[in-house]
């Protein structure tokens, strides 16, 4: 499908990738460059055809698809590389997780020579790392891609190779993207670290090890609240308009319910509670999880 | 250990403790009380030996030991009942996660002669039913009772009752459990189902499907927020006082983090972000949770 294929940043997510083009065959060479010594060795594991490079010099000029992984505050510096060594026969993709700043980035930045055409996968998890990737972890999970109507073939193609990793591909403009996931993942990562702080805090103020009883809820939160740190302020800086509007809805919900409770509104709160379900059944529908009860993992 | 049992309510955890006394041979009969028609059919599946009982009538006096898991808010009829009946000679326990009201309520209700010492079993999941009860679901898990100082030798016996249905069993005060969960149990079923709620106004506002794109962090907020509206209305008003403080602390702290976001304060949001990765670390080790990355369940 490629000629060769160069990843740079290789933790968690462009190890998948990596792992992916492998599997699928998605080309003939693939290259790495990745600036963590302890991330370089977990990638030579991989696999010996992984081509590992020190610099991103004139040897990237041939690169047919360049996958940018890293964080999103590393982008300005990888873009003065790409413009002095690329041509537009190379696609450029990322991988970020907001998009209105990157586009502006690529517009303000980029040569308008080349060619890069955004692609949020949207899958994760909170480990970071080239151990925790996964040939799998596209799987029938959503990946937005974002049209420049600058070059159709290579849209064509970018949308080809994230189906062959498994994904359901759509287009999305970046400003509908950035509120969307303003609210479908930005706030919830904001809410469990939020959590676990407030809970720091409360153990604080009490002088109390409370944490020995999370299993009543608190245990789900501090996983999703272990993710990366340089990613999630990388998304939270960059869709900062939109996450702060979702939070003064969040605060106003949560101000209401607070007055529910406290003046026992009952039919009120109950029906608010019941309502809460509709979401769960539409997700279920959508196979986004099983039915099956959660009780925790076992060890 | 028990001559005879009797089950008041029999959903997901009472169920759960029927299936446990069964197979761990806690006692020679066993029966049930639940009102629930659909309920009664699947009891009867669990095993023949369950004694469906439809009245709380003086059948109930030789009693050893009686497990009221119903919501909160069905006590006050039970105990006009158990007031009726029972003479000292039963133990009486419940499973309710909110523990002052309950003790006000024995206090002012309760006959001086009988004894009920209260347990909270910290285990569940969002489902409801007996169908989806498990002999296992205590075990590893913490259950705190609270200490009456009436009859240690009860004590003695329910402690060890919750021990053979797997549970590490601990003794708290009323005043105590309330404000240790309302941090880690119901405040965070709180801000999923308030996280759900501002999914819901989103979408409504913005006339969007945002659901189909939850992978990125609302499903897990889902799954929480699909729980018991009765056995959680009953939480949030027996609870409210405790509830309401941790909410204002956590609203403080989300208005603080939107500061962070908004001003752009790098190393400090770096710094929150990374501490509450401290609270993942303990929760491993104290085994609740297992360290593999969740990827999603898979259908």
Redesign the interface.
């Known amino acids: 499908m490629f000629k060769n294929i160069l990843i740079i940043g290789c933790g968690?997510i462009g190890s998948s990738i990596l792992r992916g083009v492998i599997s699928q065959k998605l080309c003939k060479s693939v290259y790495v460059f990745e600036k963590n010594i302890n991330y370089q060795k977990q990638i030579k594991k991989i696999n010996k055809k992984i081509i590992l490079i020190k610099e991103l010099d004139e040897k990237i000029k041939d690169i047919d698809l360049l996958v940018i992984s890293t964080p999103m505050s590393e982008y300005k510096n990888i873009i003065n590389n790409l413009n002095k060594y690329l041509t537009n026969k190379t696609l450029i993709t990322d991988v970020g997780s907001t998009r209105v700043n990157v586009a502006k980035l690529i517009k303000q930045k980029l040569s308008k020579k080349l060619n890069w055409i955004m692609s949020h996968p949207?899958?994760g998890?909170?480990?970071s790392g080239p151990k925790?990737g996964?040939k799998n972890?596209f799987k029938n999970?959503?990946c937005i891609l974002t049209k420049t109507n600058k070059n159709k073939l290579l849209e064509k193609k970018l949308f080809n190779f994230w189906q062959k990793l498994g994904s359901k591909v759509l287009f999305m403009h970046e400003n509908e993207h950035d509120?969307?996931?303003s609210?479908?993942?930005?706030?919830?990562?904001?809410?469990?670290?939020?959590?676990?702080?407030?809970?720091?805090?409360?153990q604080k103020l009490?002088k109390?090890n409370?944490?020995?009883?999370?299993?009543?809820?608190?245990?789900?939160?501090?996983?999703?609240?272990?993710s990366n740190?340089?990613m999630?302020?990388d998304v939270?800086?960059n869709n900062?308009k939109n996450?702060?509007k979702?939070?003064d809805?969040?605060?106003k919900?949560?101000?209401n319910?607070?007055t529910d409770?406290?003046k026992?509104r009952?039919s009120l709160?109950?029906e608010?509670?019941?309502?809460?379900?509709?979401?769960?059944e539409?997700?279920l529908l959508?196979?986004?999880?099983?039915s099956?009860?959660?009780?925790?993992?076992?060890?």
């Open positions: 968690m949207i899958s998890s909170e480990a925790y996964s972890l999970k959503w509120r969307i996931f609210v479908t993942s930005h706030l919830p990562h904001l809410v469990a670290f939020n959590l676990i702080k407030t809970a720091q805090d409360f009490h109390k409370i944490i020995k009883y999370s299993a009543g809820g608190l245990r789900d939160f501090s996983r999703i609240a272990a740190e340089i999630w302020r939270f800086f900062s996450i702060s979702i939070i809805l969040f605060i919900n949560l101000e319910f607070k409770i406290n026992k009952n709160l109950l608010k509670l019941k309502k809460s379900k509709q979401v769960r539409q997700i959508l196979k986004q999880d099983i099956k009860p959660d009780f925790g993992r076992e060890n």
